[in-house]
């Protein structure tokens, strides 16, 4: 288990994490800027923290009142950067060794041999980054990450690099990858849908406070503020319905219809097109009215009604399609 409990001062909030990690992966998401490497990197001994602790099975790693503070290369947890920060100028095989202090060259190579083997990069061992994919490059750099043989693993938004036509193919390379390391992970990421995928759980930081931890499915139903619904995509509203007083509602935008004229709905909101999003088959019309709303509709029937920007609609949603909401502010 990887327990996370401390506090650090940044130029623009405090950052104050609260984490316990068992045998899973646990996405931390939120937007660009919000704190999220920053907590890695303290749980990684490569960033001060101003108050708490950070403790990894029976050891204490981190402890700012006693003092105790375990250096980076000791706290046996492997990071996996940004960027994957491989060496051009040596081959795979070296790159993956680049962290292994105090074996034997049987020893390295065995464990470099296992590595290459763990990610599915057989033969690959005397290429140069340069004439990798993306992917590849990803996974040696995860390969050099688990050949200490962590107690623990931190990824630091392991898909950003990747183009988008071979990021969902990646993504769930990794996540069986993941699976199969039975080790706390703590992936880093500002995409809900690397999150979703990458996550057994997911934990959304807002300004470096952790606004809500649960499953992806836990969080799109019951969002805890506007800023978990905005990452899910869910739509948060205050509505009045039947006479009674206005509530904090959440709808998906596939639940919801537009209309030039009011229908009637329990649930109702007069709102002006701001923004056109074609998904496939569908499209996300973007609204704004009391709150901002995204509402999917087909795209032939988008095309019958030639939606515009600027327009003037009514956004309605059932009754049995809304979920409240108990404790937004």
């Known amino acids: 288990m990887l ?12 950052l104050d994490v609260g984490l316990d990690v068992g045998t899973e992966t646990l996405a931390l998401v939120g937007r660009s800027g919000g704190g999220k490497s920053t907590a890695l990197r303290v749980i990684a001994g490569l960033a001060a923290a101003g108050e708490g602790t950070v403790s990894l099975g029976e050891r204490t790693l981190l402890d700012v009142a006693a003092g105790t503070n375990v250096a980076p290369e000791s706290r046996r947890i492997g990071f996996l950067f940004q960027q994957y920060a491989l060496f051009p100028h040596l ?18 190579h065995a464990r470099v041999h296992r590595g290459l083997e763990f990610v599915d990069l057989r033969g690959r061992d005397r290429a140069r980054p340069d004439e990798l994919s993306g992917g590849e490059r990803q996974r040696v750099a995860l390969a050099r990450a688990i050949v ?12 950003a690099a990747l183009d988008v036509e071979n990021r969902a193919r990646i993504r769930a390379e990794l996540r069986a990858l993941l699976k199969r390391l039975a080790v706390p992970c703590i992936v880093v990421s500002h995409d809900f849908d690397d999150a979703r995928v990458l996550g057994d759980r997911i934990a959304a930081m807002d300004r470096g ?3 809500q931890i649960g499953t992806a499915a836990d969080l799109a139903a019951r969002p ?3 800023f978990v619904a905005a990452l899910t995509g869910t739509n948060v509203a205050d509505a009045a319905s039947n006479g009674s007083a206005s509530r904090r509602v959440a709808f998906d935008p596939w639940a919801a219809t537009l209309a030039v004229a009011p229908s009637g709905a329990p649930y109702e909101w007069r709102c002006t097109v701001v923004d056109l ?10 609204l704004r009215g009391t709150a901002e709303f995204k509402v999917d509709v087909a795209s032939a029937q988008a095309g019958q009604s030639q939606y515009k920007v600027g327009d003037q609609l009514f956004v309605s949603v059932p009754a049995d399609a809304i979920r409240m909401i108990e404790d937004l502010p």
């Open 3 to 14: 327990v996370c409990r401390f506090r650090k001062q940044l130029p623009e909030f405090s």
């Open 91 to 108: 081959t795979v095989a070296e790159n993956v060794a680049f962290g292994l202090f105090g074996l034997t060259r049987s020893e390295r």
């Open 148 to 159: 200490t043989e962590p107690d623990a693993l931190l990824l630091d938004e392991p898909l």
């Open 209 to 211: 406070t952790i606004a």
């Open 224 to 226: 805890a503020n506007d």
């Open 277 to 286: 999003r074609p998904l496939g088959s569908q499209l996300r019309v973007i």
